[in-house]
Each structure stands twice: as C-alpha cells, then as structure tokens.
T-cell receptor
Framework: RKEVEQDPGPFNVPEGATVAFNCTYSNSASQSFFWYRQDCRKEPKLLMSVYSSGNEDGRFTAQLNRASQYISLLIRDSKLSDSATYLCVVKSSGGTSYGKLTFGQGTILTVHP | GAGVSQSPSNKVTEKGKDVELRCDPISGHTALYWYRQSLGQGLEFLIYFQGNSAPDKSGLPSDRFSAERTGGSVSTLTIQRTQQEDSAVYLC??????????FGPGTRLTVT
C-alpha cells in the first residue's frame, strides 16, 4: 500500500464548478500535511498547508481528519487557471527523515469553458 | 530573491555513461532535498541534507546513485553507469530547517 493515496482522476469540470479531492495516508505518526500544485512540466509549488481545524484560502478549503487519516481539498468557483495536477503531501516530523516529503500520485484537474 | 536553480535543465545521455546534476539552493537554506519524478512512479524522495551531512539516504535507488553537498550550499547528484530506468525529472528543493520546501525547475534526464 502506498503511503499517500489519491484518486488520480482526471477530473474535467466546467468553469464555476466546485470540485473536491481526497487523499489518505498510512503513517499515523505523520505530522504535517500539504497540498501542492504542479503545472505541466513545472516544479511543484505549495498551495496550502492542511490543519485539523480546517483552513481556507480564498476559493480553496483544506481539511484534515487525523482519526481517519484523510485529507481533502475543495475548490469552489473553478477557474480555467486552476487546471493543474494537485499533489497531496505528507511531511515526516522527526528522526533522520526530518522534513522529508511523501507525495501522492497527484490528481489531474482540467477546468473547461 | 533568487530561487532554487538546477543545471542542466535537460540532459540526454547514453546508457552506461555517468551524469552529474547540480542544485543551487536558496542562500541560507540549511536543508536540501533531492526528489525524482518519473512516469508511473510520481514524486519520490531520494536524499536529504542538513548542512553538508546526509542523515537520510534511504531513497537512493541503488549504489549507482550518490550525492554530496559542499559548503552547506551547492549539491551534486551523480548517477554512474546510467540505465534507461533512470530517465526522469530530478528535482531539488531547499528549506530553512522545518519550513516550506522550495523546488527548483528540475533536470530532465533522458537515457538512450
């Protein structure tokens, strides 16, 4: 079983739609969680951190459920520019792997007019 | 300010040759990471440096892979006797200790 699992999609949605991505992780000791965005042939860039209390950044809302080891990302009012691959990321917190990021396979989103 | 830079941006090499990939982290960033992204495998961790030391090399796929970091700055990833399965994008990231990792643009390696 992969450490971080995502539905690879692809998700094809019209502009203005709401879309949700889900992710599960297997290491219960994981401490930090993120969503990264990766555009085609570009490097990953941090979209937002994920907290148990939930956090929102404009049209984006991220949520963490530690009991279920489940992470989600909600995008409201999708824009064409949201088209990208969204990566669920878990960060190791201690020991020799401190700071190591473990990535899910990514979920491809295409927003069409 | 300047971000993470990597060179070369693209490298095509023949099977069996050695290659060196370079990463220049953001100035002052103590932590440096190498990752690899290949089709079907996603993004995989290779090695982590804290200063010039590598406390975690667990992701290096074989003993053909090695990396070093000098002066707490530049890092070089070396692949000896390249194989076709080494073809991938090699990404470097740096961070200030536990904070956000910033990725470089990557080196696209093609082994023919």
């Amino acid at each position: 079983r992969k450490e971080v699992e995502q539905d690879p999609g692809p998700f094809n949605v019209p502009e203005g739609a709401t879309v949700a991505f889900n992710c599960t992780y297997s290491n219960s000791a994981s401490q930090s969680f993120f969503w990264y965005r990766q555009d085609c042939r570009k490097e990953p860039k941090l979209l937002m951190s994920v907290y148990s209390s939930g956090n929102e950044d404009g049209r984006f809302t991220a949520q963490l459920n530690r009991a279920s080891q489940y992470i989600s990302l909600l995008i409201r009012d999708s824009k064409l520019s949201d088209s990208a691959t969204y990566l669920c990321v878990v960060k190791s917190s201690g020991g020799t792997s401190y700071g190591k990021l473990t990535f899910g396979q990514g979920t491809i989103l295409t927003v069409h007019p | 300010g300047a971000g993470v830079s990597q060179s070369p941006s693209n490298k095509v090499t023949e099977k069996g040759k050695d290659v060196e990939l370079r990463c220049d982290p953001i100035s002052g960033h103590t932590a440096l990471y190498w990752y690899r992204q290949s089709l079907g495998q996603g993004l995989e961790f290779l090695i982590y440096f804290q200063g010039n030391s590598a406390p975690d090399k667990s992701g290096l796929p074989s003993d053909r892979f090695s990396a070093e970091r000098t002066g707490g700055s530049v890092s070089t990833l070396t692949i000896q006797r390249t194989q076709q399965e080494d073809s991938a994008v090699y990404l470097c990231a740096s961070s200030l200790d536990r904070y956000e990792q910033y990725f470089g643009p990557g080196t696209r390696l093609t082994v023919t």
